[in-house]
């Protein structure tokens, strides 16, 4: 069979192989991850009065970063022998890891927070034949009976506290590197569970000793505001924002998201979830659809600007984490329903108001 001229290696396993825990025999499990777009946008860029530039993650192969990890840490798994994994998740992760294991042939558990999960992400699980399990209890619940499947029976752990998934994730920041030829100045990003800001901090960090940027850049995090443990210092024992996906009382990575912050000169901080609906509707006025918890970061680096804490000029990377289909429900709920109208082309012009 003729084989496709590609351009360069596609997957992060194989773009990144000589920065990643990776040896010859190691299967690669992948989906042809990464390579995502960083889009420039000139909306938030004239609000801000600097470059801002959306590294849209959503257009992963399951619709998140969580791919970046996911291939690695299956892949991994794999290689060690193991036959079934296990996760706790809000959604994406169980998106992920169903996905790949499907692909490696393993069995696949997944246990979510009742009620909490988005459509999309439920439906992509069940799809790829996971094993799901629906919680009568929260996300953080469902995080400590993974944990102890994972030591007590044949289930390899595959949430982000497995250190492949942080060292998959990494490559995003590679990629900004690449595309930007350097580290932005300022860095934004939701954070749940903290796995992610851990994994770009990890990435920049890499970076800058390959000399692939002469920079680092300042880390900005954003929890919602009623999730926001790391911000309070303290465990938020019933978390509650309309973002699910960072919907976390207790992040795994909490220490990996407080260092980022504080080594990098930035800070984790609150949105409150009516400025996350706000960041959404404006990123999906400019053509880019997120979930709900992707638009954080974005309504984050609005209130820094009215704060006055953006730098003018600056160059700044926002990442958008997840897909906006993922969640159908929410998208509906918002928007105005579908015109019935005659089949009549006066009928629609008039309605449209052009006739
Ligand atoms: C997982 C996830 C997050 C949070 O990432 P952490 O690594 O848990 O901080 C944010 N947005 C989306 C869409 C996610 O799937």
């Given at each position: 069979m003729r084989k496709l001229d590609v351009a360069g290696p596609r997957g992060i396993i194989r773009r990144y192989r000589d920065h990643?825990?990776?040896?010859?025999d190691t299967p690669v499990v992948t989906l042809d991850e990464g390579d995502t777009p960083l889009i420039f946008s000139e909306r938030l860029s004239s609000k801000v009065e600097a470059e801002v530039w959306l590294k849209?993650?959503?257009?992963n192969p399951t619709g998140s970063f969580k791919d970046r990890g996911m291939t690695l840490a299956i892949s991994k798994a794999l290689e060690e022998g193991s036959q079934a994994v296990v996760c706790a998740s809000t959604g994406n992760t169980s998106a992920s890891a169903a996905a790949y294991a499907a692909r490696a042939g393993m069995v696949c558990a997944v246990l979510i927070p009742e009620g909490n999960v988005a459509l999309g992400k439920l439906a992509q699980a069940l799809v790829h034949g996971a094993k799901v399990f629906e919680i009568e209890g929260n996300f953080d619940q469902a995080q400590k009976l993974t944990q102890q499947m994972s030591e007590q029976h044949p289930f390899t752990l595959v949430n982000s506290v497995n250190p492949y998934r942080v060292e998959g994730q990494k490559t995003a920041a590679f990629e900004v590197v690449e595309a930007l030829g350097r580290a932005p100045d300022l860095h934004v990003m939701p954070v749940g569970n903290a796995g992610n800001i851990t994994a770009y901090w990890r990435g920049y960090r890499e970076a800058h000793e390959l000399t692939w940027s002469s920079s680092l850049p300042a880390m900005f995090g954003f929890q919602a505001e009623g999730a926001n443990p790391i911000v309070r210092g303290e465990i938020v024992q019933d978390p509650k924002t309309v973002a699910t996906a960072i919907r976390?009382?207790?992040?795994?990575?909490w220490s990996g998201a407080v260092d980022a912050a504080t080594s990098s000169g930035g800070r984790i901080s609150s949105v409150r979830d009516k400025e996350i609906i706000e960041a959404y509707k404006g990123l999906a006025e400019e053509g880019v659809f997120v979930e709900l918890a992707s638009a954080a970061g974005v309504a984050g680096l609005l209130e820094m600007h009215r704060a006055g804490a953006v730098p003018a000029g600056s160059t700044i990377a926002c990442v958008?984490?997840?897909?906006?289909?993922?969640d159908p429900d929410w998208a509906m709920s918002t928007a105005p329903r579908p015109r019935k109208v005659e089949a009549d082309i006066e009928v629609i012009l008039a309605q449209l108001d052009m006739a």
């Open positions: 990643l825990p990776v040896g010859d849209y993650e959503g257009l976390i009382g207790n992040p795994a990575s958008l984490t997840g897909h906006g289909l993922k």
